[in-house]
């Protein structure tokens, strides 16, 4: 599916900074309950047109919930869900422009793989010659016109799985819910379905959202994703912002690996915040402006890959540098974790990428290493 | 791992299935008896198929229990279905365990208290007993049977299949006819089949409840066993297990071609075309 160049496309939108642009979808302090629980929880967000957006999350976060309500299947409890500006109370999901993938992918067993597709079109009683060429149109589109005769059960995972993507595209929805889309594929197949996702997207210009619990997916696919938890969102961003500039030790902690270490405020310079840490036994500094009062809890929490590991001290005393040992080694094959245990007991880890074929490592276990960072290399998160 | 057959197992084998077939194959042996005496063997002959197409009462009779079987295995289907569709997919409704309880009572209810309490309410309720009075107590009995297989059915059934329907722009009840319906008609067949063989054989209800000009079969058959069992009656037995046994292959060859189906669709899509 290579169509024309997507990347000045993908690199220009962000129409959510763009104070002008009205929200395609947004979700107005909505709350929804079943019984007891609450599933989701005040909760307000807004999403553009065009937009591929990711609502990510552990299972039970009310993702889910969020989505089904878009498309109909749960009314809010509370609170207004807008597409386009209409207010969706109330309309049952066989009138909204919304389709969706489901994570079972829902296909039709008694019905052929054409029938399928063309489902959507016949209830709206579009013309016979139309729904064959949007029929043949979408086969052409997931690459199956030689499978249209067959019954889902009859097909693949990967094949079934492109079924019920046509099938939700057939009508061309205002919005296109992904529900766990790529769940059940196995992991090279969903590497190479992500990127035909996005492509896909790009090419047809409509506005996804995408339900996933893998972060992976989530960052390969979407323009901005919404980190949940409990019925609330976390944090709302891009993927690069989300995994460099986490909002919250929960958000640091859901997305990549990450060392997180606790310690208090202490004065700093304006434009800078200190760190004073028990763990590294070391004040940490980091080029950031934090709000909170000098004195209260905070933590530094810095990606492995950020963090460079040397047999050598470092010679520039302005950088953060911590000492340690090397206490255990993990070889991933791209890269290698390190686990260095510093002299106050905690543990720090480490990526070193494998660039060269290894023959001998160049630091080894129980080596005393220097674990230096840059000023911007980390962050500092007060909740 | 293959053993060969242990003495017991092969005695209790033959034992077991002694038990269940012997009175049958004996009751079918004597339908070709020549003899008018059930028990004495006095060589072969299908004369007692050939008087039993003289007996008008007997071809009535039949007539009757088949036409029977048909309607009230019809009402019973439609509402069992209707029973186990609520049971399923109402989720709490106030009454909810009172309906469940009363639908499954005529299950465990002794057919002599459901007839004689059938009896008296039409007594009460002053209708003529005849066919239709044992059609709706069939009905009563069988939709019970009827709303468990289906319900079965229904519990295995992937809601998101409806919910994608919905999506797709299809109203519920339209959703109903073509998704649900069409999936759920195996259980919904079982069922018919279900309660029409429950119709078919059932004495004491029918005997209750019946009037004049609806006699059963079995109560037919019933009635001139007390006067001794005759060859004809062995003969229209024979008749009926027949039909049964018809029955049951068909289903089952019906069921083994699809299995043979399936594996031939799950080895197409490995290959992957």
Known sequence: MVGPAIGPIRRSFAPWNDPGVKPFIEFRHVTKRFGEFVAVDDLSLQIYEREFFALLGPSGCGKTTLMRMLGGFDEPTDGQVLLDGQDLGGIPPYRRPTNMMFQSYALFPHMSVWDNIAFGLRQDGTPKAEIKARVEEMLALVKLEKFARRKPQQLSGGQRQRVALARSLAK???????????????????????????????????????????QEEAMTVAD????????????????????????????????????????????????????????????????????????????????PEKVRISLDAPTDPSVNAVRGEVWDIGYLGDVSIYHVRLSTGATLKATITNATRLVER??????????TWSHDAGVILTR | MRKGQSWFNTTSVALGFAFLYA????????????????????????????????????????????????????????????????????????????????IYAPLVMPDVITGLSLLLLFVALGVDRGFWTVTLAHVTLTMCFV????????????????????????????????????????????????????????????SFTTGPGATTLPMKIFSQVKFGVTPEINAISTILIAIVATGVLIASLVGKRREVERQKAERLALRGG
């Open chain 1, 224 to 303: 901005r994703i919404a980190v949940m938890d409990q019925g609330r969102i976390v944090q709302v961003a891009t993927p690069a912002e989300i995994y460099e500039q986490p909002n919250s030790r929960y958000v640091a902690d859901f997305i990549g690996d990450i060392n997180i270490l606790e310690g208090h405020l202490a004065p700093a310079p304006p434009g800078s915040t200190r760190l004073e840490c028990a763990a590294t036994g070391a004040n940490v500094e980091v080029r950031q402006e934090t709000a909170a009062p000098t004195g209260g809890q905070a933590w530094f929490a810095i990606r």
């Open chain 1, 362 to 371: 160049p630091i080894t276990w129980e080596d005393k290493v220097w674990l």
């Open chain 2, 147 to 206: 709303a468990i297989v289906v319900q079965s059915r229904l519990v295995a059934f992937d809601r998101n299949l409806e919910e994608a329907a919905l999506d797709l722009g299809c109203p519920p009840f339209k959703t109903f006819l073509v998704i649900t319906l069409p999936l759920i008609l195996p259980g919904v067949i079982a069922g018919w089949m279900l309660a029409f063989t429950l119709s078919l054989d059932d004495l004491v209800i029918a």
């Open chain 2, 23 to 102: 009175p049958i194959i004996i009751l079918v042996m004597y339908s070709f008896n020549d003899s008018k005496l059930v028990t004495v063997w006095g060589g072969f002959s299908t004369r007692w198929y050939f008087e039993l197409l003289q007996d008008q009462a007997m071809l009535d009779a039949a007539w009757i229990t088949l036409r029977l079987a048909f309607v009230s295995a019809t009402v019973a289907t439609l509402l069992g279905t209707l029973a186990a569709i609520t049971l399923v997919r109402f989720g709490r409704f106030l009454g909810r365990s009172v309906f469940s309880g009363m």
């Open chain 1, 172 to 214: 061309k929805p205002k919005v296109l819910l992904l529900d766990e889309p790529l769940g059940a594929l196995d992991k090279k197949l969903r590497e190479e379905t992500q990127f035909e996702l996005t492509d896909l997207q790009m090419k047809l210009g409509m506005t996804f959202l995408i339900v996933t619990h893998d």
